[in-house]
């Protein structure tokens, strides 16, 4: 669970050293994702509008 800020409709996905799990952002940038393990991973975010997709650093879940 999370929200980007700005807020807005996106892809984001989740990849980590044995999966990738993906969910959407509402308008308001909220998200969910399940499947998400405990361990390392990083987020990418892609705006639904065609905006530039913004990858996170490694960090622990």
């Known amino acids: 669970m999370g929200q980007l800020v700005p807020p807005g409709p996106a892809r984001v996905r989740v990849e ?9 952002a509402d308008a ?7 499947g998400v393990r405990s361990g390392p991973g990083r987020l ?11 990858r996170s650093q490694w960090t622990v879940f």
């Open 16 to 24: 980590q050293p044995e999966s990738t799990v993906e969910g959407d």
């Open 28 to 34: 308001l940038g909220r998200f969910a994702v399940s």
């Open 44 to 54: 990418t975010m892609t705006p639904i509008d065609g905006g530039v997709t913004l």
